[in-house]
C-alpha cells in the first residue's frame, strides 16, 4: 500500500487534490473578507436550498453516470427526479424560489458515500473518480463566481479604453454585431443568450460522448474536455486580475439589460457609436461589476467544445459549430466583449489544451515548442493591447490582420502538432504465398 502511494500518479493526485482544498479554502476566506459566502458554503447551501442552476447540476450528475451500468444511470435519474419533485412541492407550499437540480446533487453525494463504504479497489477509485468529475463541473461554476466576485472588490480601475483603441483594428466588431442582434429582435437574443448562459451544458454532452465507454472499459481517457474547461477557468481569472476590463456595455453604454454601469461609463455609445480614437487611460468603476473581459473565457470555452467535438459524429460537430458560432455573436452582439478579447481567448483556449495534451502523451520537443509558441502569443496580444492601443487604431490595416494572423498561426500549429501526434494505422500485412511452379 506504501508502495503504491510512492508512485509518481498518486503523489500527482495527491498534491492536485491538497492545492485545489487550499485553493478553496482562500477564495472562501476571501469572500467572507468581503462579506459574502464563498464556493465552499454556497454548494453546501444548495443540498437545502434553490440551486442557482439546476441544468448545471444535472449536467455534473450526467458526468458521473459514466462510470455506472445502464441499470444505475436509470436508478440515479429517477432518484433525483423524485427528490426534485418532493423538493418542488414544499418550495410550492412556502412560496419559497422555484428551482430544480437538488436531487442531483443528492444523487452525486449518495454515490460518493456509496464508492467510500461499498466499493474496494479498482471499483471504488473509478466511481470516485465519476462522482469526483461531476462535483468538479459544479465546483468550478462556483469557483469562477468567487472570482468574479474579488476582482470587482480588488480592481477598482479597469483598461477598456485601451481595449476599445485597439479593437478599432478589427473593425470594433462589438457595436457591429450589437447593432445586428438588435435588428433580429427578441427572438435572436433569447436564442443567444440560451446559448451564452448554457455553455457548461453542451460541454457536458461532447464530454459525455467522449466518456461513454468508461463504464465498459472501467478507466478514464487521458484527455477529454472536462480538464480543459476547468483548466481555462482555473487560470482565466488571474489574467482578469491583471488586466481588468468590464466590457463595452458597462464601459460605453447603459449596462447589461440597461441596468448598472451608466453612471461610470465613458459615454453613452454603444451599439449605434462606435468609440472614437482618443488618448486611453485606465478609469475607476464600480465594485459590482466583474472585470471578466480579458481574454473571453466564454469564447475559450466555446473553442475547447469545437476542438472536442471534431471526433465525434456529424451531429456533434455541427452543434460545436454552432456553440462557437452562437457564443462569439452573443459576446460581442451582447456588448460583454471587445473583439481584441476573442482574438485572445481563441489563443488561450489551443494553448491550454495543447498543454494538456502534451501533459497526457508526455512531453516532447514538438509539444514544449507549441505550448510555448502560444504562451508567447498571447503574451504579445496583452502586451500589444495595453501599449500599442493607439498605433493600432491608427494603422488598422496592418495591424488588424496581424492580429488574425496572430492566432491563426497558434490554431494551424496546434492542428499540425496533433495530428502528429496521433497514431499512425499500419498497413495491413498481405498473406505470404508460396511460389507456384511454372506451367511448360
Given at each position: 500500500m506504501?508502495?503504491?502511494?510512492?508512485?509518481?500518479?498518486?503523489?500527482?493526485?495527491?498534491?492536485?487534490?491538497?492545492?485545489?482544498?487550499?485553493?478553496?479554502?482562500?477564495?472562501?476566506?476571501?469572500?467572507?473578507?468581503?462579506?459574502?459566502?464563498?464556493p465552499?458554503?454556497?454548494?453546501?447551501?444548495?443540498?437545502?436550498?434553490?440551486?442557482?442552476?439546476?441544468?448545471l447540476?444535472?449536467?455534473?450528475?450526467?458526468?458521473?453516470?459514466?462510470?455506472?451500468t445502464?441499470?444505475?444511470?436509470?436508478?440515479?435519474?429517477g432518484?433525483?427526479?423524485?427528490?426534485?419533485?418532493v423538493?418542488?412541492?414544499v418550495?410550492?407550499?412556502?412560496?419559497?424560489?422555484?428551482m430544480?437540480g437538488?436531487?442531483?446533487?443528492w444523487v452525486?453525494?449518495?454515490?460518493?458515500?456509496?464508492?467510500?463504504?461499498?466499493?474496494?479497489?479498482a471499483?471504488?477509485?473509478l466511481?470516485?473518480?465519476?462522482?469526483?468529475?461531476g462535483?468538479?463541473?459544479?465546483?468550478?461554476?462556483k469557483?469562477?463566481?468567487?472570482?468574479?466576485?474579488?476582482?470587482?472588490?480588488?480592481?477598482?480601475?479597469?483598461?477598456?479604453?485601451?481595449?476599445?483603441?485597439?479593437?478599432?483594428?478589427?473593425?470594433?466588431?462589438?457595436?457591429?454585431a450589437?447593432?445586428?442582434?438588435?435588428?433580429?429582435?427578441?427572438?435572436?437574443?433569447h436564442?443567444l443568450?440560451y446559448?451564452?448562459?448554457?455553455?457548461?451544458?453542451?460541454?457536458?454532452?461532447v464530454?459525455?460522448?467522449?466518456?461513454?465507454?468508461?463504464?465498459?472499459?472501467r478507466?478514464?481517457?487521458?484527455?477529454?474536455?472536462?480538464r480543459?474547461?476547468?483548466?481555462?477557468?482555473?487560470?482565466?481569472?488571474?489574467?482578469?486580475m491583471?488586466?481588468?476590463?468590464?466590457?463595452?456595455i458597462?464601459a460605453?453604454?447603459?449596462?447589461?439589460?440597461?441596468?448598472?454601469?451608466e453612471?461610470?461609463a465613458?459615454?453613452?455609445?454603444?451599439?449605434?457609436?462606435?468609440?472614437?480614437?482618443g488618448n486611453p487611460?485606465?478609469?475607476?468603476?464600480?465594485?459590482?461589476?466583474?472585470?471578466?473581459?480579458?481574454?473571453?473565457?466564454h469564447t475559450?470555452?466555446?473553442?475547447?467544445?469545437?476542438?472536442?467535438?471534431?471526433?465525434?459524429?456529424?451531429?456533434?460537430?455541427y452543434?460545436?459549430?454552432?456553440w462557437?458560432?452562437?457564443?462569439?455573436?452573443?459576446?460581442?452582439?451582447?456588448?460583454?466583449?471587445?473583439?481584441?478579447?476573442?482574438?485572445?481567448?481563441?489563443?488561450?483556449?489551443?494553448?491550454?489544451?495543447?498543454?494538456?495534451?502534451?501533459?497526457?502523451?508526455?512531453?516532447?520537443?514538438?509539444?514544449?515548442?507549441?505550448?510555448?509558441?502560444?504562451?508567447?502569443?498571447?503574451?504579445?496580444?496583452?502586451?500589444?493591447?495595453?501599449y500599442l492601443?493607439?498605433?493600432?487604431?491608427?494603422?488598422?490595416?496592418?495591424?488588424?490582420p496581424?492580429l488574425?494572423?496572430?492566432?491563426?498561426?497558434?490554431?494551424?500549429?496546434?492542428m499540425?502538432t496533433t495530428?502528429?501526434w496521433?497514431?499512425?494505422?499500419?498497413?495491413?500485412?498481405?498473406?505470404?504465398?508460396?511460389?507456384?511452379?511454372?506451367?511448360?
Amino acid at each position: 500500500m506504501l508502495a503504491a502511494w510512492r508512485q509518481p500518479r498518486a503523489i500527482l493526485w495527491t498534491t492536485a487534490a491538497v492545492v485545489a482544498l487550499g485553493f478553496l479554502i482562500a477564495l472562501e476566506i476571501a469572500a467572507r473578507h468581503y462579506g459574502l459566502p464563498g464556493p465552499m458554503a454556497n454548494q453546501v447551501r444548495e443540498v437545502i436550498f434553490a440551486p442557482k442552476s439546476g441544468p448545471l447540476l444535472y449536467a455534473g450528475m450526467a458526468l458521473m453516470m459514466v462510470v455506472l451500468t445502464w441499470r444505475q444511470r436509470f436508478i440515479a435519474v429517477g432518484a433525483a427526479i423524485g427528490i426534485d419533485i418532493v423538493f418542488f412541492l414544499v418550495r410550492w407550499a412556502l412560496d419559497a424560489k422555484m428551482m430544480f437540480g437538488n436531487g442531483a446533487l443528492w444523487v452525486l453525494l449518495a454515490y460518493g458515500v456509496i464508492a467510500v463504504t461499498r466499493r474496494t479497489g479498482a471499483e471504488r477509485v473509478l466511481l470516485l473518480k465519476g462522482v469526483g468529475l461531476g462535483l468538479l463541473l459544479v465546483a468550478g461554476r462556483k469557483t469562477g463566481d468567487t472570482w468574479l466576485l474579488i476582482t470587482s472588490k480588488t480592481r477598482p480601475m479597469v483598461l477598456d479604453q485601451y481595449l476599445a483603441s485597439a479593437d478599432h483594428a478589427l473593425g470594433n466588431p462589438s457595436w457591429v454585431a450589437g447593432r445586428i442582434v438588435s435588428a433580429t429582435g427578441s427572438i435572436g437574443a433569447h436564442v443567444l443568450d440560451y446559448v451564452y448562459i448554457q455553455l457548461a451544458v453542451a460541454a457536458v454532452v461532447v464530454t459525455v460522448y467522449q466518456l461513454r465507454n468508461v463504464a465498459a472499459e472501467r478507466r478514464f481517457p487521458g484527455h477529454h474536455l472536462v480538464r480543459t474547461f476547468l483548466v481555462i477557468g482555473l487560470l482565466g481569472p488571474a489574467i482578469y486580475m491583471i488586466f481588468p476590463v468590464v466590457g463595452p456595455i458597462f464601459a460605453y453604454g447603459t449596462g447589461a439589460f440597461g441596468t448598472g454601469g451608466e453612471h461610470l461609463a465613458v459615454a453613452n455609445l454603444w451599439p449605434d457609436t462606435p468609440p472614437p480614437i482618443g488618448n486611453p487611460q485606465s478609469m475607476p468603476f464600480d465594485e459590482l461589476t466583474p472585470r471578466n473581459c480579458m481574454p473571453s473565457l466564454h469564447t475559450a470555452w466555446a473553442t475547447a467544445i469545437f476542438i472536442h467535438s471534431r471526433k465525434g459524429p456529424r451531429i456533434l460537430r455541427y452543434a460545436g459549430t454552432f456553440w462557437l458560432i452562437a457564443t462569439l455573436g452573443a459576446t460581442l452582439g451582447f456588448g460583454y466583449h471587445y473583439g481584441v478579447d476573442i482574438v485572445a481567448g481563441v489563443v488561450f483556449a489551443f494553448t491550454i489544451d495543447a498543454a494538456l495534451r502534451a501533459l497526457d502523451r508526455g512531453w516532447d520537443r514538438q509539444g514544449i515548442q507549441l505550448v510555448a509558441y502560444g504562451v508567447a502569443v498571447f503574451a504579445l496580444l496583452l502586451v500589444s493591447y495595453r501599449y500599442l492601443p493607439m498605433e493600432m487604431a491608427k494603422y488598422p490595416w496592418a495591424f488588424g490582420p496581424l492580429l488574425l494572423l496572430a492566432m491563426a498561426s497558434v490554431v494551424y500549429g496546434y492542428m499540425r502538432t496533433t495530428k502528429l501526434w496521433e497514431p499512425k494505422a499500419a498497413p495491413a500485412r498481405q498473406p505470404e504465398t508460396e511460389p507456384q511452379p511454372e506451367l511448360v
